[in-house]
């Protein structure tokens, strides 16, 4: 078996367009730097295998921060929501809104470990 030499141009350059096509990524995002992985560099491969790994970790870090914030996001929309059916909940009038309430504030305890945090003031 022969091994395959990579072609780290076209790689990268396919990366760049994964990247482009993912929504919610920001273009200026944090980069990785000094990790010492090019001290120990000794040929051009050696050099291209690492920008492509560099390239993929960056790639990934931006994933990881693009869901972070989504998620928190939707934590915020999901807790305003919550909110506001407590608030409507405590109306006689709304008593059919209590039991999602409560499965609410249950799905959050179960996942979270904590009580659901107390509405902010407006």
Known sequence: M??????????????AEIRKGIPFLEESAPRRTG??????????ED???L?????????????????????????????RIYYAAEELARD???AHIVPHVQRMREAYERDF????PRS???
């Not at 993929?56 to 994933?63: I, P, R, S, T, V």
């Open 113 to 116: 470990g904590r009580p659901i």
């Open 92 to 94: 006689p009038a709304n």
């Open 51 to 79: 920008a492509l790994a560099e390239g993929l970790e960056n790639l990934a870090d931006d994933l990881s921060a693009a869901i972070q914030k989504k998620q928190a996001e939707a934590m915020e929309a999901a807790l």
């Open 120 to 122: 902010p003031p407006d």
């Open 2 to 15: 022969t091994k395959q030499k990579l072609d780290a141009a076209e790689a990268l350059r396919r990366l």
């Open 47 to 49: 050099f291209e295998a």
């Open 35 to 44: 990790d010492g992985r090019l001290d120990n560099v000794r040929t051009a």
